[in-house]
């Protein structure tokens, strides 16, 4: 709940701006917004806002009217996560967005893809609410209902690893390749693959999928226990969203239509790959640093510095 030393360090070197990311269950979160309102240090809050939340108490309100008070300004991690400030009756000024993504140095040009491809790419943690088994099912019974031979190529552990070894021993199209942080090794995988398909709650596995040319298919339930980054698909362009009120038959159709219909999926792989680009260019970084140097009359260098920071990339 507290890291010791932030306020010293703070005090000490006196950093021309900070960026935490805003947990308000964290008391170094609200220690460290104190000490840069008493220090003059722009102070910058970064997370998914009230982008879960449906409804908030009182007591909820003012304390997210403090946190807008103590801060130079809430940088969000997708447009998504900005609109739901102003949903709840917020207003705009402290508001900004840098989208959350990865710059995927060994990603795959669409062009690259032949359209034969007959995988469908899994990347992430195999934890609970990752519903790779309900993608399973799904596969199994594209494989046995339509006769179409399709792979799962799934790069991940978890606590949930182990149900799935035990499910795929009689499943040889199912392969579970581990831990893999080789990124052109994974580039090498989704050479196989036609999609990418995350079916629970997803984050920034998205933009990853992405990345290699991959229309993106999760659940359209947004606001639940995913990450903003699902926002990022553009449903029926660069990806499918499927009904989570119907999972496994809306999956289904959603999986099928893209690996019957050549030309869906040409069109959903130059989205996926265009939506991607317009992501990371400029990169997050840079978008950090433009947000911070705004009003400071400071010119951008071309790699600006940024210590400490950290990413839940997968």
Known sequence: MIQ?????YIYRQRPDAIIIFADPHYLSFWTTLVWGKLLGIPTYA???GLFKKHKISLLYRLMVTVLL???????????IVRQSFIDHGFPDRKLSVA?????NHFSVQPQEKSGNERGILFVGRLRKGSQVEL???VMERIRGKDGLPLTLHVIGTGEEAHLLQNRTKDRP???LHGDIYDQERIREISMDCFSGCYPGNAGLSVVHMMSLSLPVVTHDDLPSHQGPEPSFIRNGVGGLLY?????EESLYQAIKSLATDPLLLARMRQSAFEDYKQLVKPPLATRFWSII????NIPQPSSPAVHGCTSKQL
């Open 4 to 8: 010791w030393g932030i306020g010293k």
């Open 69 to 79: 008070r103590l801060i130079s300004s809430y940088i969000c991690y997708a447009p």
């Open 99 to 103: 989208h959350n993504s990865l710059t």
């Open 173 to 175: 199209w199912i392969v």
């Open 135 to 137: 993608l399973a099912r």
């Open 243 to 247: 009904d989570h009120k119907n999972p």
């Open 293 to 296: 140097s705004e009003g400071w």
């Open 46 to 48: 970064h997370g998914h």
